[in-house]
């Protein structure tokens, strides 16, 4: 992505901050997997989302109006040794000519250099509660600076959320950002293909997530955007069973929940198809109520329709079916308000996506849920989940999970399905699963 756009965000963010205030946001810290090796890093999406700097150990300072520069890093100088051992790393002089701060300095003075930028500021924006070093450095920099009271000082009078401003903006996707999304939701959809032709019974669910991951790498996207669901069988009715170990059965359901990450955005997709390359009839009628009520909630994605419609529709469409086949008995109006759907569907119909899977962003305003508008995007989601051990349906259900999901982007007119390359009409899939 361009520095242009992150310039553009630290800008519209400061002006929401205001002049005579200041905003801090601090990197993600490298995590120790076991002894001397770490996990692979990953940047906090805060920081990365306004700053595109995807080194640890540096805080972003954002300060309006500043006449030295209004954005300044604090980072890791240049080790030379370093380089030698971990690779290239921007150090101070990177960070301003490669990365847009216009003022730079070590990370290791940052106690000296800090608490100079706090004062006469009224108020202090940053992540409260989520980096518990970085609470603590605040009020440590805050106190230091009521020492200096007598000298004329004024010190910051008022902590602010910096989320409310930065996940407000994160909500709504730019043109740059929705290419990122598009990139990875195009090869999610081939590994996704792949794993459908090469799954066989006897193969174990580890087998085919190496599939997934073989197809991400293939396509140029090393990084998972959560860790892959595999469930064979029974497991599917576990929601977020990442196990990942057991052998496929002939007549059963697998069900993969995976997707890729592009560049710190994720994709979100789940299909579940026969491990054999063919529906059973309980399977074929449960698979098709919960593919009807995914095209349904889909149907009410557009601009100025409340957040919780869909999923309201896709409630509504279940439960009828599920009286249907027998598995709910009474007045479907009656089983929705006594909330009876929930036994078989427990979760809601979708979330916001984007940096994070789970994305940020408020879905009620004023406790309202809030409206849809362009820009946004989502999952949309519905499952049916029948316990193996629910004596109180038909033997022919018990143990099936399936969950269909694509990754919608709001339009100006209405929706548009991210993930539309990937088959999920019955007859689609198994002829894509036979043709290999």
């Known amino acids: 992505m361009k520095q242009s756009e992150f310039k ?3 800008q519209s963010l400061m002006q929401q901050v205001g002049k005579g205030n200041i905003a801090l946001i601090a990197s993600a810290f490298n995590q120790t997997r076991n002894r001397d090796v770490e996990f692979p890093f990953r940047q906090d999406s805060d920081f990365y989302y306004l700053t595109g700097f995807n080194e640890s150990n540096s805080l972003a300072v954002f300060i309006p109006g500043r006449e ?8 890791r100088e240049f080790d030379e040794k370093k380089a030698l051992w971990e690779g290239a790393h921007a150090g101070l002089e990177g960070a301003t000519k490669h990365y847009g701060a216009d003022d730079s300095f070590p990370i290791t003075d940052i106690d000296d250099i800090l608490p100079g930028m706090l004062e006469n500021k009224a108020k202090v924006y940053y992540p409260m509660g989520r980096d518990g070093e970085l609470d603590h450095q605040i009020l440590e920099w805050i106190t230091h ?3 200096q009271s007598r000298n004329g000082v004024s010190v910051p009078g008022e902590l602010v959320s910096l989320e409310h401003f930065l996940h407000e ?20 959809c081939n590994a996704h293909k792949r794993a459908m032709q090469q799954c066989k019974p006897g193969f174990y669910e580890y087998q085919v997530e190496a599939e997934l991951l073989h197809q991400f790498g293939s396509d140029g996207l090393r990084y998972v955007a959560y860790p892959s669901i595999v ?11 990442i196990e990942n170990k057991d052998k496929l059965k002939k007549g059963d359901l697998l069900l993969i929940d995976a ?11 789940t299909r579940t198809f026969p491990v054999s390359g063919k529906f059973n009839s309980a399977q074929r009628q449960l698979y098709q109520l919960v593919l009807d009520a995914q095209y349904a909630a889909i149907e009410q994605i557009k601009p100025g329709v409340p957040w919780n419609k869909a999923h309201e529709v896709s409630v509504e469409v279940l439960t009828k079916g599920l009286v249907r086949l027998g598995l709910l008995k009474g007045r479907v109006s009656k089983l929705i308000k006594d909330e009876k759907y929930k036994q078989f569907y427990m979760h809601r119909i979708g979330h916001w996506l984007g940096m994070d899977v789970h994305d940020v962003g408020d879905y009620k ?3 309202e849920w809030r409206l849809l508008e362009p820009g946004m995007t989502l999952t949309i989601e519905p499952g049916l989940y029948i316990p193996p ?8 259900w018990r143990g099936i999970g399936i969950r269909i999901e694509d990754d919608i982007l709001v339009t100006k007119t209405g929706y548009e399905v991210l993930t539309d390359a990937l088959p999920k009409e019955i007859d689609e899939i198994e002829k894509l699963m036979q043709a290999n």
């Open 8 to 10: 553009k965000r630290r």
């Open 68 to 75: 030295q520069g209004e954005y300044i890093l604090f980072c």
């Open 145 to 147: 600076l009521k020492k």
């Open 169 to 188: 903006m994160r909500l709504f996707k730019s043109a740059a950002e929705l290419k990122l999304m598009r990139r990875a939701a195009d090869v999610s």
């Open 231 to 241: 469930a064979g069988g029974k497991n599917a009715c576990v929601l977020h069973y």
């Open 259 to 269: 997707g890729a990450e592009c560049d710190h955005y994720a994709s979100d997709i």
């Open 365 to 367: 305003l004023d406790n």
């Open 389 to 396: 051990n629910c004596k109180k349906v038909d033997a022919k």
